[in-house]
């Protein structure tokens, strides 16, 4: 269930991660606050063409793109009958609106430019070397160690989860909407608490006879190229122009 | 009850991210090295937490937990939450960047509020069906609350979502009950096996 995808040598996977991750905050800034059409259409273009040239499998996108569109299924359910404006149709006593339609449909563009834009750098970038740029990019040290140990441990728990769950079958187990299930439930998970709690003093003591003090040191160390800078132009400027677009619509 | 990209207006979604890097720098505060493998472990098990699915009738539903998080770590809840939401947004995209302020907001916000409304309980003095009751409140308030948050910020960004905003509460009712239920027999299991869980991080 946990899985992470990468492997695909691209251009932009060797691309210094920093870039990666202010490019991909910048565009999704622009892409959430931004209403003209043109902008929205134009980015989610440049998305999918970023996302085509990091070269990741096509099924896979759309498998990470399922639960964004789900969400989004229940927006358009509702949102072109509440959305006051032009008649556009109607069914039975319902009419659905021209602003509404619209409006579910420049969400629709957002949330996915979004998240193509997120799939890439997720895909392009092992966690850990997000970790480590992003606390080269000013985060927090305490927040980084905070990441790299929830993501270690998640795993490590996930196992132990699925271990107890196995253990729970064996004996007969089967959920029901009853008191019983929610209490096995609560007991299941309180046992994780108590398990990762104990593995987590273990693993601090651990790192106490290794010599730990509040640093951890990164084996990679970053550096900009020329490749670096020419991308990060390129999308900086495409991002400003696009911006400068959403801009002057009101003037 | 991720709020998903693209919905919000940009007013809320800057508006969760200060409340959230408020919180996050209040929690941290309170943070020595020590904690952290600590910290780091139990939002790895929380975020294993909400993949659990548990049934309600004939559709289930997952857990969220954020009472409880609340309940164990105060303030605290905030960057563990955030770091649990980043990794899923990372991981399986539920969620994207812009909305993480909002996101992590709505879930620890509530976590704290627990935690000052019935964190009290803890303490070993307290009669044990006093402790039930606090924690089952506090299990129900936490989802309550941030469904009343989530439908809040739907409806800030548009009239046209307060219909939506309504139903989000209203589907949330058996999930603030069985969150409720959980959380209470979480917390006793947790005070009978081990108790020092919820009193040593809860300073």
């Not at chain 2, 990209?5 to 969760?16: D, F, H, K, N, Y």
């Not at chain 2, 939401?85 to 907001?105: C, D, K, Y």
Request: with cysteine; charged share 15%.
């Amino acid at each position: 269930m946990i899985e992470e995808i990468n492997g695909y040598d691209s251009f932009i996977q060797r691309l210094d991660p920093r870039v990666k991750i202010i490019i991909a905050i910048l565009f999704s800034v622009l892409a959430a606050v931004s209403n003209r059409f043109v902008v929205l259409i134009a980015a989610l273009a440049v998305s999918i063409i970023i996302l085509f040239s990091a070269g990741i499998k096509i099924k896979e996108v759309f498998k990470r793109l399922i639960p964004v569109n789900t969400l989004l299924v229940f927006l358009w359910l509702f949102l072109p009958f509440t959305f006051a404006g032009e008649h556009l149709f109607s069914i039975g006593s319902l009419t659905g609106t021209r602003e509404g339609v619209l409006f579910a449909f420049r969400i629709t563009i957002k949330s996915n430019s979004i998240m193509l834009m997120l799939i890439t750098l997720a895909v392009s970038t092992p966690i850990f070397t997000i970790g480590h740029a992003m606390h080269q990019l000013g985060m927090p040290q305490k927040l980084v160690h905070l990441f790299f140990f929830t993501y270690r441990y998640l795993h490590v728990i996930y196992k132990e989860y699925t271990r107890l769950v196995n253990s729970m079958k064996i004996r007969g187990f089967k959920p029901k909407t009853d008191l019983h299930t929610y209490k096995s439930y609560a007991h299941l998970v309180g046992m994780l608490l108590v398990r990762g709690f104990d593995r987590s003093q273990r693993v601090h003591n651990a790192m106490i006879c290794r010599g730990f003090r509040g640093k951890l040191y990164s084996l990679s160390s970053f550096s900009i190229s020329r490749a670096d800078i020419i991308a990060f132009i390129l999308m900086a400027g495409f991002i400003l122009i696009l911006g400068i677009l959403e801009w002057t619509k009101t003037t | 009850m991720h709020i998903s990209e693209g919905v919000l207006s940009p007013a809320i979604l800057i508006g969760g991210a200060v409340v959230t890097m408020a919180g996050v720098a209040i929690g941290l505060k309170g943070v020595d090295n020590k904690d952290i493998p600590k910290m780091g472990i139990l939002s790895a098990a929380f975020f294993v937490a909400s993949l659990v699915h548990v049934p309600v009738g004939p559709a289930s539903v997952h857990m969220i937990l954020n009472g409880l998080l609340g309940f164990i770590l105060g303030w605290k809840a905030f960057p563990a939450i955030l770091v649990a939401l980043g990794l899923q947004a990372l991981l399986f995209q539920f969620g994207g960047i812009t909305t993480l302020g909002v996101n992590t907001m709505n879930m620890a916000l509530p976590a704290v509020i627990c935690y000052y409304l019935f964190g009290w309980s803890t303490k070993s003095s307290i009669k044990q069906s006093v402790f039930i009751t606090a924690a089952f409140a506090s299990g129900f308030c936490a989802v309550l609350v941030s469904s009343i948050l989530v439908g809040f910020c739907l409806y800030l960004t548009g009239e046209a979502f307060s219909p939506a905003a309504k139903l989000i509460v209203a589907a949330h009712l058996p999930v603030m009950i069985i969150e409720g239920i959980v959380t209470a027999a979480c917390a006793v299991f947790l005070k009978k096996i081990r108790p020092e869980l919820l009193e040593e991080i809860n300073v």
